[in-house]
Nanobody, 119 residues
Framework: VQLVESGGGLVQAGGSLRLSCAAS????????MGWYRQAPGKQRELVAE???????DYADSVKGRFTISRDNAKNTVYLQMNSLKPEDTAVYYC??????????????WGQGTQVTVSS
């Protein structure tokens, strides 16, 4: 199972970016999918996550600015980020709880994509 992220980059404060994360491999099912971020010198933190039933949770710092969504047919999760702030600068990681064929459920992570917001 592989998770591949895309969509990071450099943007000015107030701008927008859309991150995508596609899961591939011998996937039987995917449960919760989510986005985490890690800024230099800080711990990795949850940004947003979405369950198979479309129950969604956001970090307080991004509520009203970020929107998470998923396309189950494509095994893909998205993060639309609007009104970006310099403090959103971090490496963003995708995580998925995947049930592979012939194996138990496990957490899988993407390689990370850099988001840099300039002031």
């Amino acid at each position: 199972v592989q998770l591949v992220e895309s969509g990071g980059g450099l943007v000015q404060a107030g701008g927008s970016l859309r991150l995508s994360c596609a899961a591939s491999g011998r996937i039987k099912s995917i449960n919760t999918m989510g986005w985490y971020r890690q800024a230099p010198g800080k711990q990795r933190e949850l940004v947003a996550e979405i369950t198979t039933g479309d129950s969604i949770d956001y970090a307080d710092s991004v509520k009203g600015r970020f929107t998470i969504s998923r396309d189950n047919a494509k095994n893909t999760v998205y993060l639309q980020m609007n009104s970006l702030k310099p403090e959103d600068t971090a490496v963003y990681y995708c995580k998925a709880v995947v049930v592979p064929y012939g194996a138990y459920s496990d957490n899988y992570w993407g390689q990370g994509t850099q988001v840099t917001v300039s002031s």
